[in-house]
Structure formats: C-alpha cells, structure tokens
DNA sequence: ATAAAAGTGTAACAATTGTTACACTCTCAG
DNA sequence: CTGAGAGTGTAACAATTGTTACACTTTTAT
C-alpha cells in the first residue's frame, strides 16, 4: 500500500496538514485492507477511532429492527466514515458497512484527532463542516422518507438529479438498489415507475432516465 | 431578561467557560424574545450564527414537500438549536422552530464560535460531542421511520420508553402529536393502539402507558 | 361556570402498497 | 458461446393505512 492521497479528502483538503511532510509519519494510525463484500463494521460496533477510506469504495446500510435493510449510501474513497460518531456519548456505529471492491481504511486514534483539532485550525474547520454536511445528508434522508407515496419519493429523486427537462442522467442504482433507498418492496417501485412512464412524466432507457414534464412531477410531491 | 445560566447547557457544561466572568460580556451575542407560539425560525432560513434557546421551550418540524408535518422534537432551554448548521455548505435550517411558551433565543456569530472553539479545549469537545448527540438523534429517527407497520413504529418507540414491564411511564404527546412524529395519519395511530390494548399488549390512561407483554411488543418488530 | 377549542374513539370505505409467483431479459464468468 | 445468476415486468390478491365523518370527552380561556 502506498502512500495515500489525502488532497481530495473532505476533512483535509482545504488544510495544510497535507503539505506538511510529517504528518502522515507522525500521526498514530493504521491502515488496513479488506477484501471486496467484506462486512467491515457492523452497526452496533464501538468507534473509538476515526476511521478514514483511502482507496476503493463501500457502501453502508441500516438494518431496521425489523430485519429490513435501508440502503444509505455509497461511499467513495477518500472520505471519513462516520466522523460525527467518534465524539458521540453513546459512540456506536449508526449503519454497517460493506466493502463494494479491495479497500484500504485508515483509522486514527480519537487522542489524536484532537490534537489535529486543537493545533490546526483549517482541520477543525474542515472537520466541522464536513460534519455538518453529513447532519445535512441525514435531514435529506429523513425528508425523502417522510414522503409516503411512492411517486412522491420518486418525483423528489428524479427531480433532485435531473439537471434540465428532457436531457438525460444517469442513476447508479438498479430497481433492486433504489426499493431498498426508498424502503419499499421492488415490485411496488417497479410498478410505479411503469405508471409514471405511461403517463408520460419521465422515460427510462436502462440506468438512464429522463424527466419530461417536470411540472406534473412536482405535482406528485403535493 | 437577568444573566442567563448556561451551567446546564450541554455544550456549556463541561466547559471552563460558565467559570469566566467576562464571558457573556465579551461574547458578541445578541438575545431576542419571543411570545407564544411565534414561528421563530422558518426551514431554509439562512443559519449564519449559533442559536441559543436560554429560556422556554420550542418544538421543531420539518415540512415535506408534499407539505404534510413531521414532528421531530420538543426542546427545552437551555440548547443550542441545529449547532451543527452553522458549519455546513449549505448552511440553512433544516426545520421550522415554533416557541411553545414565551422563549429567550440567544445569537452568538460564527466568528465567534470559532474563537471559542479554537481558545478552549473543552467547549470545543463539548460542541462536538452534542453535534455527535444531535447526528445520533437523527439517524434513531430515521430507524423508526423505516419500520413500516405503525404496530411496529409504536412497538419500538414504547419499549424505548418503558423502564419495565408492567411499570407505567409518561409519554408528553397528545395522540395528535405521536401521529406526527410517526408520520401517519391520527385515526391510523388510534386503531392500532387501540388493538395493541385490545390484544393485552399495552395499557393507556390519557398520557401514561404500561408495557404489559414486552415479548410480545418485540415480535411485532420482526 | 360555561362556551369554545382541542383531543379522542370509531366506523365505512377508498387508496396505496406489499406479497407471491412466474416469465423474460441481460450480464458475466468459465 | 453458453449457462447461471441477477435484474426486470407484470399480474392477482392480501394487508395495511389513509380519508372522511361524526359523536363524545377533556381542557382552556373568559
């Protein structure tokens, strides 16, 4: 494994501690692989470190007490997994995370997060941002599933990714992968998704989709 | 409005900073008074500052797109309301804060949060330990949204509730409000809990329920 | 004390979603 | 090239929840 690249990282970017020659070599972590679909934190575990993604990508997912799985997210590297958590009073992993590829994860004793904090103000401020852009993602999260029809939570999707009426994007998730991101059964989805292109909203060519009448779409959220 | 009492303000508490004298004097903060049941804060609103509850209480909701209200929670001073907001990208409001009596709301800059984290270790562990707090509420809200049968959402939210079986505790919701904070519609919650009494599995008396059946209480979660 | 407002119980019916099943297509490894 | 597995389309039916309506009870304000 070599030496990892931290430039794109959102905790480190827009801090100096990248130029500074020594900080990889001086700052306590290790770094470990693991092989692709390997379960590599369970919800539940304790986080008593900071576990960064240097290489390869993941995805988390939550499971209900019901047994359902609710897709989250997928995570490429480089990004910290979880950050917020490692301060929390009940530090435990919120999701499970699996790895999707060969990846390589850096962990790094809370003790030193701290002294990053404390001595280096860009880190602290880049830390905290990008823990509040997670607060955000999560609030996201909450609003999709507060929606409860499923055309609604689909207008809402589609109309997020969709830059332009009529022009095209693409969405990395197959039906399967998008029932469980919404929380519902898939042939639910799948029907919706057919009634939605009947009625000529939207159309789908594969992982393609297109918005066509953004106006009736966002009907569907009222 | 007299000298405000942050002892027992989480991010305060375990700070030195309650010790210092000078410290709301120098603090560059302004306090605004609210009367009841005034919409404070709109979701969306810019978050340029830190938002100090210092006395009364509030309740936020986030209203979805399809403009149905999901009851998140009621706060009470004194709380920092989003903190972490004040951070992020795209820093707005993630809910609408409504007073539920007469409230005292304090105002303190950005600028002014990063001088105190960056001058005081413990304000500092103290912000992100509650902002860690606050990423952990959410993601338990997210969990009980996505179970889907309402018998499972009231399975999971009394059993978090209940000390023991057979020992009565207090919910501070009113039907209404419970109906709102699972996001299903007020008859929907009555029938169920209505059969869930039926069944023997729980006891009401206006505000106060008893788990009788705990075993029985976790199958509906399967 | 009393009227108004808020909250609750319940029923009939509508609407949406889940379940199960199966045929079909596509992708990818051998 | 080809078979296995993954992903998709769809249909019949079951289950759950939402909607609307109304009578009743409790709380609140004057």
């Known amino acids: 494994m070599g030496k990892v690249d931290l430039s794109a990282c959102p905790v480190c970017s827009k801090s100096d501690i990248v130029d500074e020659l020594a900080f990889l070599d001086d700052l306590k972590c290790t770094i470990k692989s ?7 934190i369970r919800q539940g575990d304790i986080c008593d470190a900071l576990y960064v993604l240097t290489l390869g990508s993941v995805k988390t997912e939550m499971i209900t007490e019901n047994g359902n799985i609710l897709g989250i997210e997928i995570i490429k590297a480089p990004r910290p997994l979880a950050p917020a958590f490692v301060f929390s009073d009940n530090n435990r992993f919120p999701v499970n995370v699996t790895s999707l590829e060969e990846v390589e994860i850096m962990k790094i004793p809370k003790a030193e997060i701290m002294r990053l904090m404390m001595t280096n103000q860009n880190f602290m401020s880049s830390f905290m941002t ?15 599933l507060s929606i409860k029809t499923i055309k609604g939570k689909l207008a809402h999707f589609l109309l997020e990714n969709s830059l332009e009426e009529g022009k095209p994007f693409e969405i990395n998730r197959n039906q399967t992968g998008l029932a469980d991101f919404f929380g519902v059964a898939r042939p639910s989805l799948a029907r919706s998704l057919s009634e939605m292109v009947q009625e000529g909203l939207i159309q789908i060519n594969k992982k393609e989709y297109t918005v066509l009448k953004t106006k009736q779409l966002r009907e569907l959220l009222v």
């Open 34 to 40: 693991y092989q692709k679909n390997t379960l590599i």
């Open 130 to 144: 990008h823990n509040a852009n997670r607060t955000q993602f999560l609030t996201n999260r909450l609003q999709l």
